[in-house]
């Protein structure tokens, strides 16, 4: 049997999936992989920074975003569990995931003009485009520039008061 190698984007969601499911928003969610995670800060200590989280231009402010981007990561991970819970997940299963995670991303970031958590959601989403139309999705998302893309929303969201993390 092959080994699969999975990129850290996966990974951790995954792991936050699996964390997610202990916090008994899933009960019924018991199988799946163990891993050591290390947890992420909180930002319920962290206040906004300097950026902007009023609307650009009538657009969704920095805040607004982060949290849709949270919604849509719960949503992809949720899909990342389901694939899991019936067997170990396909490249058509990363694909769908990957490619309705890079159109929502890019949906969100048009509604925030040029913030700099708008500018991190549309490098996240080119990302996760470019690793879905890969052959080998999970191979192809295994790279420094989608883990900085994951990190630069993470930081992003932080400075807006958002706790996320791609």
């Given at each position: 049997?092959?080994?699969?190698?999975?990129?850290?984007?996966?990974?951790?969601?995954?792991?936050?999936?699996?964390?997610?499911?202990?916090?008994?928003?899933?009960?019924?969610t018991t199988?799946?992989?163990?891993?050591?995670?290390?947890?992420?800060?909180?930002?319920?200590?962290?206040?906004?920074?300097?950026?902007?989280?009023?609307?650009?231009?009538?657009?969704?402010?920095?805040?607004?975003?982060?949290?849709?981007?949270?919604?849509?990561?719960?949503?992809?991970?949720?899909?990342?569990?389901?694939?899991?819970?019936?067997?170990?997940?396909?490249?058509?299963?990363?694909?769908?995931?990957?490619?309705?995670?890079?159109?929502?991303?890019?949906?969100?970031?048009?509604?925030?003009?040029?913030?700099d958590?708008?500018?991190?959601?549309?490098?996240?989403?080119?990302?996760?485009?470019?690793?879905?139309?890969?052959?080998?999705?999970?191979?192809?998302?295994?790279?420094?520039?989608?883990?900085?893309?994951?990190?630069?929303?993470?930081?992003?969201?932080?400075?807006?008061?958002?706790?996320?993390?791609?």
């Amino acid at each position: 049997m092959k080994a699969l190698r999975v990129p850290a984007v996966v990974v951790f969601s995954a792991c936050l999936m699996a964390l997610a499911a202990c916090g008994g928003e899933d009960a019924a969610t018991t199988a799946g992989p163990s891993a050591s995670v290390s947890a992420a800060p909180s930002s319920a200590d962290a206040t906004p920074s300097s950026a902007p989280s009023s609307p650009a231009a009538g657009g969704r402010s920095d805040k607004e975003l982060c949290e849709s981007a949270k919604k849509v990561g719960d949503d992809q991970k949720a899909a990342l569990i389901a694939a899991m819970q019936s067997g170990e997940p396909s490249p058509a299963d990363f694909k769908k995931i990957l490619t309705e995670m890079s159109e929502q991303m890019a949906t969100l970031a048009s509604a925030g003009g040029d913030s700099d958590v708008a500018t991190a959601m549309s490098r996240f989403g080119a990302q996760a485009s470019k690793a879905a139309a890969a052959a080998d999705p999970v191979g192809a998302a295994d790279n420094a520039a989608f883990e900085k893309a994951g990190a630069d929303i993470t930081a992003a969201c932080k400075a807006a008061g958002v706790s996320v993390n791609f």
